[in-house]
């Protein structure tokens, strides 16, 4: 390929990637905020007294196997514990000298964001954000590539490492069964100090804010999930900062899919655009090419005939010269040797007979 | 050519991104890690006294007081080592009097001084730091040091004592021994003078920052207490054994101050203040006299027991407290918080002045703090902490029974008598409902459902209401204002009208999330909160986690 080609192609390129994105953010023009009308859970760590009795439901309910220590022995709490395929929430403690017993919880489960990551990172959509608010799992679907475990922001999904053939992903689900028939979440339901505010999203938030304003300085004034990872369904309020209980304070507010769907959206763009674009210009380049080279040749065919032309045309002129000469020479010679002939003929007649004879001879 | 091009670009390659990453591999290994905190000592004292002058080249020296008079005393050495000696006193500055004019020359008078010394001792204590040994004494006021001692406060029993003894020191009646300590500026002399009656709190005029009067620098707290007190008492350390502290350690820690000695009785700091007064809205005069116009004076006076509150709070500058430039032991609305608030005063009025919550400056707010001070209150005070007064409150301190309307010149000593016959008719007994009114037990029997793990709470309701009333019951605070004896019920009958028969807790507490209700906890939440939160805040058992301490299982 030529340098002037590959320059044109390269700069094609960066003119179709600087286009995708945009182009891919034009098409979602729609913020979506989370259904409407669907749950949210508000945790409230002033209120939970670290009984455990939300992992014992959850346990329950989603039929989960039982753990090796029982629900009521809390030196579990001593660790800062994760979630796993086998628990779906865990209370963790955190110092805190201003509360009694110098200790505030937090529960950690899935927080069900409106815009999971997991679901957007899913390629074969084995995660589906529910119109109530659950975001939930279709092993079925799922191809256990685990993207949906590196996407989450919260670390989430867990895999059954143990399970040998068909390992499935598994997290909270938010009791999306329980919700269908009308039943609280089960950890919501079992605890006793009601420190998880369930109700619509939009309501709980305005209860927690609600909570927040009228005993100023209990809490931090935030509510975390309004608006992290473009908010979530579980949302915390806190009396010290989500730092201190185990929260990731710098997630920013956009949800995860947005940060992909640039890249994402420009996908479908690449694959469908550029080979007509490239293809294009490949075209145009070679197009370009073949007149070039069918231009080339016939100039060289026009000259070499012109030349050959004017070959040919010196050579007749050459060949009539010379045959031109060549009968001048002819005929001097023919005239010479006639002429010869004659002198001799009329030499040897004027020797041999007479001048008569002679004549008579020259007149045949 | 290609091969040994394609063999160099691979080799090249890694080196190269080796050699990116390997300043930033060492810088983290290099990266020391948290310097191992050390126990916050008292004596730490951060010398960067050059700072004024500008930036300093090192961080600040921190200097351990103890450590150094402990060295000296061994070598029998005092402090006038270090402290120089004028008329008899010690200057607290370091080996000087007056500070130097220069950056350099601060530090040259500190570098000088100290190496010194430290080259002096070196056979003794080979572990001193010595010259060129910068970063040894320079390690900046990142250790914890002497900002967070607490600081020692001179309470009224403390005062007591001081009086006791500086009138024994200087042999003169017991009211005549204030001279010893309180002085003010007289600008004629130009010196420090004792003016009978205008005796305040030091930090009057010591403020935290030295502050410029008159054309002179005020010192600061700081200076002026250790300048006073530490000097006094190493003088008084010359003639008898008994005197006060004169180390860091000796004030400026909590345990110190705990067993600093006090006497049985505290006497009362007699200043000319009455030992009550009607609180009035009005004009009020230098002597005391109150030009009232009862048509605008508010919800009626209050009889302030000043007498009382010389005991509760101890001190005199809780109340009267300093403010930026100055301070005093004036009421409250004679010059700075008046009824419409002035400059002086921070634009706060006598009525902002008295029911601010959440500063212990207030009436209001002293009160509300002392409340949720004591755990044995805080069972029933914690939850109402950030609650804003009730229509109800007022008449828990304004008087009923004036004029309305008129106006009327109260001298002080009508207002004295006034407040002084109010108070004697106040109940100030613990008043209590009848017990047969207060159900001895009552059993939480709602939880009949199947799947509960439980059985239903016995609830100790008279114990329960017999505990909280024997310690209410030690509280003046709580006698004088916990009205009637239906107070000590609406702890846990909250949000509604107090009475013998409130409502049942189930009658506005059912199921829980629901949109109407959505402010009131369900049942199982409401009975949790309560006691639990309530356990929580007054410390007691069964603690939060302890099911059975309140349940029988079900199976069982």
């Not at chain 2, 130009?190 to 205008?198: I, R, S």
């Not at chain 2, 700091?269 to 609180?279: E, F, N, S, V, Y």
């Amino acid at each position: 390929m030529k340098r002037r080609s590959f320059l044109g192609l390269v700069g094609a390129a960066g003119l179709g990637a600087s286009l995708a994105p945009a182009a891919a953010q034009a098409a979602g023009n729609t913020h979506f905020t989370g259904y409407k009308d669907s749950f949210g859970v508000v945790f409230d760590a002033t209120r939970c007294i670290g009984c455990r009795k939300c992992e014992a439901a959850c346990q329950k309910v989603n039929d989960l196997p039982t753990p090796k220590k029982p629900f009521d022995d809390l030196s579990v709490l001593q660790d800062h514990r994760r979630t796993d395929a086998k628990t779906y929430t865990v209370i963790n403690q955190f110092a805190n000298p201003a509360a009694p017993e110098g200790k505030t919880f937090h529960k950690f489960q899935c927080n069900h964001c409106n815009e999971p990551a997991c679901a957007s990172s899913c390629f074969v959509k084995a995660f589906t954000k529910n119109p109530d608010g659950s975001v939930t799992y279709d092993a079925s679907l799922c191809v256990g590539c685990r993207y949906c475990m590196v996407a989450c922001p919260f670390y989430v999904p867990t895999y059954e490492y143990d399970s040998a053939l068909v390992p499935k992903v598994q997290k909270c689900t938010f009791c999306h069964p329980r919700l269908e028939q009308g039943l609280l979440p089960g950890c919501v339901e079992a605890c006793p100090k009601e420190a998880m505010l369930f109700g619509k999203r939009e309501e709980v938030l305005r209860l927690a804010w609600e909570r927040i304003r009228s005993n100023p300085g209990k809490y931090v004034e935030h509510v975390y999930g309004e608006h992290e990872m473009g908010g979530t369904a579980w949302m915390v309020i806190s009396p010290i900062p989500f730092a201190q209980i185990g929260l990731n304070e710098g997630l920013g507010v956009t949800p995860a899919p947005a940060l992909t769907a640039g890249a994402l959206g420009a996908v479908p763009i690449v694959v469908g655009l550029w080979p007509v674009l490239l293809g294009g210009l490949y075209g145009i380049n070679t197009m370009r090419e073949r007149a070039v080279k069918k231009e080339k040749a016939e100039a060289v065919a026009a000259a070499k005939q012109e030349t050959q032309e004017a070959a040919n045309a010196k050579l007749q002129d050459e060949l009539k010269k010379a045959e031109a000469a060549a009968q001048k020479k002819m005929d001097a010679e023919i005239k010479k040797a006639v002429d010869e002939a004659v002198k001799a003929k009329v030499a040897e007649m004027e020797a041999a007979k007479g001048p008569s004879e002679g004549d008579q001879k020259e007149a045949d | 050519m290609t091969q040994r091009k394609r063999a160099a670009r691979w080799v090249g390659i890694p080196c190269a991104i080796l050699f990116l990453t390997v300043p930033f591999i060492s810088a983290t290994a290099s990266t020391p890690g948290p310097v191992g905190t050390t126990e916050p000592k008292v004596d730490a004292i951060v010398i960067d006294a050059a700072a004024v002058f500008g930036t300093l080249e090192q961080p600040g020296v921190v200097f351990y007081h103890e450590k150094h008079t402990t060295a000296l005393e061994k070598m029998a050495k005092d402090c006038t080592s270090c402290h120089m000696e004028v008329e008899g006193k010690l200057s607290f500055k370091f080996a000087r009097t007056a500070d130097p004019k220069s950056k350099t020359a601060m530090a040259e008078m500190y570098h000088t001084s100290c190496v010194a010394c430290h080259e002096k001792v070196v056979r003794s204590y080979p572990k001193v730091p010595q010259a060129a040994e910068c970063k040894r004494c320079h390690v900046g006021p990142a250790v914890e040091g002497a900002t967070v001692t607490p600081k020692p406060s001179l309470d009224l029993n403390l005062h007591g004592r001081h009086v006791v003894a500086e009138a024994k020191r200087l042999q003169v009646k017991e009211e005549e021994s204030c001279k010893a300590c309180h002085h003010t500026y007289d600008e004629a002399q130009k010196k420090l003078v004792y003016a009978k009656g205008e005796e305040g709190n030091c930090v009057y005029c010591h403020k935290q920052e030295p502050m410029t009067q008159a054309g002179r620098t005020v010192p600061t707290t700081r200076a002026a207490s250790h300048e006073s007190c530490v000097n006094c008492h190493l003088s008084t350390r010359k003639v008898q054994p008994e005197s006060g502290p004169v180390l860091c350690g000796g004030c400026h820690t909590a345990e110190a101050q705990a067993g600093w000695k006090k006497t049985p009785e505290t006497p009362r700091l007699l200043r000319g203040q009455a030992d009550a007064i009607l609180l009035v809205a009005g004009t009020p005069a230098a002597n005391g006299t109150v030009d009232v116009n009862w048509a605008s004076a508010g919800p009626g006076p209050v009889a302030f027991d000043h007498k009382a509150h010389e005991g509760f709070v101890g001190n005199c500058v809780t109340c009267h407290h300093p403010t930026k430039t100055g301070g005093s032991l004036a009421a409250c609305g004679a010059a700075c918080h008046t009824t419409t608030g002035s400059a002086d005063g921070n634009f706060i009025t006598t009525a902002q002045a008295a029911h601010q919550l959440g500063v212990t400056t207030s009436c209001v707010g002293c009160h509300t703090t002392q409340a949720n001070a004591r755990k044995e209150c805080a069972g029933c005070h914690a939850p109402m902490k950030q609650t804003v007064l009730s229509q109800n409150s007022c008449v828990q301190c304004h008087e009923a029974g004036f004029p309305t309307s008129g106006t009327q010149t109260l001298s002080k000593a009508e207002r004295e008598a006034t407040a002084a016959k109010i108070l004697a008719a106040k109940d100030r007994n613990p008043k209590t409902v009848p017990l047969e009114n207060v159900p001895e037990k009552l059993t939480l029997n709602y939880m009949n459902e199947e799947g509960d793990e439980w059985q239903a709470a016995e609830f100790p309701h008279r114990k329960i209401y017999l505990k909280l009333v024997e310690e209410a019951a030690k509280s003046p605070m709580a006698n004088r204002f916990h009205g009637d004896a239906l107070t000590m019920c609406s702890g846990c009958h909250h949000n509604a009208k107090p009475s013998l028969n409130p409502p049942k807790c189930a009658s506005c507490h059912s199921k829980p999330f629901q949109e109407r209700t959505a402010n009131q906890p369900g049942l199982k939440g409401a009975f949790h909160n309560q006691c639990i939160g309530c356990h929580q805040e007054m410390q007691v058992n069964p603690k939060a986690t302890d099911c059975q301490g309140c349940h029988k299982p079900k199976n069982s």
